[in-house]
Structures are given as structure tokens and as C-alpha cells.
């Protein structure tokens, strides 16, 4: 397509309740939404970059200027933009992910518009609707971890994620484990963690884990391998896994048996797809993490999570697990599972009332 203008757009919406992990505590959802407007289309994308850059270097105001200042222009200024090309074009420009990523999802969600072609069918999903698991963020004590919990089991979710960080980690596992028998439960340590530590999460191991996620730094590809050999816990990597090519070396390293994949962590949903299929070629088990995302983002990912590795249940909860009002029309979870969109692109759009409330900033780019 012809790109002729590309919009940035800033959106803060409150959290049902304050989100804490061991990176730190979040009471709103900031998010960098960007929009593509050319031959007659539009398309949306999402960045997963936070408002500060804890979970990775990427955070909201630092995309919004890699866009508006190094992508934008390109955008603008080529004759012909595809989704397949996006990557390649910004190359260049190192890092930045995220940014890219949002920016891949904006051209290809007006692509398929105008084909009239969903995201999920593009990406080669084979299901149409996923089992919705649920993150549950670290509590001030454990009887109010137990009431969070019980409410979302109550609700449906079949999968149940508790953050952990040193100090808070085998005994929240015990109380749920009591509690709630021997439903699917893993756990997410956002790289809290030493290889010192192996001990204690070694005690882990007693509590039938589907998984501990990303225990260690998003560097430490040759200790999470040696923590693999000590643990009986399968471990799962989010942060370390960038790219198909990091993706490659933790498989070669046995640094990992499963893969969270993200899309915006890793560039976009193509990549995404290709460390799907690297995965599913070496018998990792992948799923689909959640990076907080409203509507649009939260619709992406659910079209990947669709995809026939995705043997897990992912990060992929209803609108309301977060959020009172999205952005959108609100994604549902139904009977422990969330249904694939099945509208051309993303398959939702943003609902412009709801969308001017929780707008921040917004910053429009035109071709010269
Ligand atoms: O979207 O359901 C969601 C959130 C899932 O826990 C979640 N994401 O490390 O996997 C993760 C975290 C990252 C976001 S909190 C900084
Ligand atoms: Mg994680």
C-alpha cells in the first residue's frame, strides 16, 4: 500500500486493580497505538513497550520517537509498503522491536482489511477459539492472593500464572496448591532471579509446575541451561527469546523446553510464526504471552495463539481481566476459552468514543 499518513497515539486506561510483578507495581495501562491510513485503508497496531522500560529497554515515549523519527519517514516516503517488507525496510534502524513490531501489525491489519482476509487465517491458525490462562500478580499477603485466585477460577480460566520473586515464591505456590488441587499452575519470575538461587527454586519442583517462565536475566541463555539440569520444573523463556535467532541458541543449548512467545518482543507476528515453526520442528511447546495489551493487541495475539504449536495455555484473558472498558469492543472469555477473531485483519477496531476518553496524546504524520 501507499502509505499518506501515519498516527501516533498515546492511550492510558485505569487496571480493574494495580498489576504488581518483580519489575514493580502498575495501576494503568499505558499504551502507544499507531494507525495507517493509504489507498482508501486503515490499519491498526498496538506497541507492547511499557511506560517505563523495566520489562525490556523499549518503553512508550522511546517508540514514539524511533516511529516518529526513523520509521515514519520511510513509511511516507516509499512508493509501496507491505507487511513482508516492514522488517527488512527497518533493519537498520538496531533494536527497537517493539516499535517495529506495532508498526508490521498497522500495514498488515489494513492489508487483510483489503483483502478482506483475518489476521488468524493469514497467520495459519487452526482453531477457532484458545484456553484462556490468566497472570496473577504478587499480593500483599497470601488470604488475598487465594481470594484474587479463586475469583478467576471461579470464572472459568483453566490456567493459572502466579508472579513470583525471591520472598515471595514456594509459599504462595504451596497456599494455591492447597487450596485449589491440581489445576494447571506456572509460574513468572520477570528475570528476578540468580543461579545462586537454584536452590530455592529448586524447592519448586514439589508443587508439579507446568513451568517456571524466564527465572533468571534476559542475557542468561548458558545459566538458564544449567539451571535446566538442576531443576525438574521444565523452564519457559520469555525475555531471552528475540528473535527466530535467539530462539535457535536457547533450543541449542537446552537452556529451555518451552517458549513464550510474544510478538512484540520479538519484532512482530511474522518472526513470531517463525519461532513458531522452529519450535514446533524441535518439539518446544510454545504459547502465547500477554503484555497487557487492550483490544487490538489482545485480538493479535489471540489469532496467534491459534496457531497448531500453541499446545499451552497462554497469557490470553478477557478485556475484563484487566480493564472496565476497553478500547474496543471487549474480548470475552467464555467457558475457559477466548473465541479467534474472525473479521477481516485484526478482526476489531477501536470504538472512537471510548478510544477519545482514554487518548493522552495523539500526533498525526503525513507524506510530504
Ligand atoms: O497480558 O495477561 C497479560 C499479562 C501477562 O504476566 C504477563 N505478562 O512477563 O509475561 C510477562 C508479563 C509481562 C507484563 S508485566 C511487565
Ligand atoms: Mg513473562
Redesign the pocket.
Known amino acids: 500500500m501507499r502509505i499518506e499518513l501515519v498516527e501516533l497515539r498515546t492511550v492510558q486506561l485505569p487496571l480493574v486493580r494495580p498489576?504488581r510483578?518483580s519489575?514493580g507495581i502498575e495501576a494503568d495501562k499505558v499504551a502507544l497505538l499507531l494507525r495507517v491510513v493509504g489507498d482508501g485503508l486503515e490499519g491498526w497496531g498496538e506497541c507492547v513497550a511499557?511506560a517505563v522500560p523495566?520489562?525490556s529497554s523499549e518503553y512508550v515515549v522511546g517508540a514514539a520517537d524511533v516511529v516518529r523519527r526513523f520509521i515514519a519517514p520511510g513509511l511516507l516516503g516509499a512508493v509501496d509498503v507491505c507487511a513482508t517488507d516492514v522488517a527488512r525496510m527497518f533493519a537498520p534502524i538496531r533494536g527497537h522491536r517493539m516499535a517495529k513490531a506495532a508498526v508490521e501489525l498497522a500495514v498488515l491489519d489494513a492489508e487483510l482489511r483489503g483483502r478482506d482476509e483475518s489476521l488468524s487465517r493469514y497467520l495459519g491458525a487452526v482453531n477457532d477459539k484458545v484456553p484462556s490462562g490468566?497472570?496473577v500478580g504478587i499480593a500483599d499477603s497470601i488470604p488475598e492472593l487465594l481470594d484474587e485466585v479463586a475469583g478467576y477460577v471461579d470464572a472459568g480460566y483453566i490456567r493459572i500464572?502466579l508472579?513470583i520473586e525471591p520472598g515471595w515464591d514456594v509459599e504462595p505456590v504451596r497456599a494455591v496448591r492447597e487450596r485449589f488441587g491440581d489445576i494447571p499452575l506456572q509460574v513468572?519470575a520477570?528475570t528476578a532471579y540468580r543461579l545462586s538461587d537454584a536452590p530455592q527454586l529448586g524447592r519448586l519442583d514439589a508443587f508439579d509446575l507446568l513451568l517456571v517462565?524466564?527465572p533468571l536475566g534476559d542475557e542468561d541463555l548458558r545459566q538458564h541451561a544449567e539451571l535446566a539440569r538442576i531443576l525438574r520444573t521444565p523452564i519457559c523463556l520469555?525475555?531471552s527469546i528475540t528473535s527466530v535467532e535467539t530462539a535457535a541458541d536457547a533450543i541449542a543449548l537446552e537452556a529451555c523446553r518451552i517458549i513464550?512467545i510474544k510478538a512484540g518482543r520479538v519484532g512482530g507476528y511474522l518472526e513470531a510464526t517463525r519461532i513458531h515453526d522452529l519450535a514446533r520442528a524441535n518439539g518446544i511447546a510454545v504459547w502465547c504471552?500477554?503484555?497487557?495489551?487492550t483490544g487490538l493487541g489482545r485480538a493479535a495475539n489471540i489469532a496467534l495463539a491459534a496457531l497448531p504449536g500453541f499446545t499451552l495455555p497462554g497469557?490470553v484473558?478477557g478485556s475484563d481481566?484487566?480493564f472496565d472498558e476497553d478500547i474496543t469492543e471487549p474480548i470475552v472469555m467464555t467457558d475457559g476459552h477466548v473465541a479467534v477473531p474472525n473479521g477481516p485483519g485484526l478482526g476489531v477496531a477501536p470504538d472512537p468514543s471510548a478510544l477519545q476518553r482514554f487518548t493522552t496524546h495523539t500526533e498525526i504524520l503525513r507524506r510530504p
Not at 504471552?289 to 495489551?293: L, Q, S, Y
Open positions: 498489576f510483578t519489575l511499557g523495566g520489562y490468566v497472570s500464572k508472579k513468572d520477570n517462565e524466564q520469555d525475555e513464550n504471552g500477554g503484555m497487557v495489551e497469557d484473558s481481566r484487566f
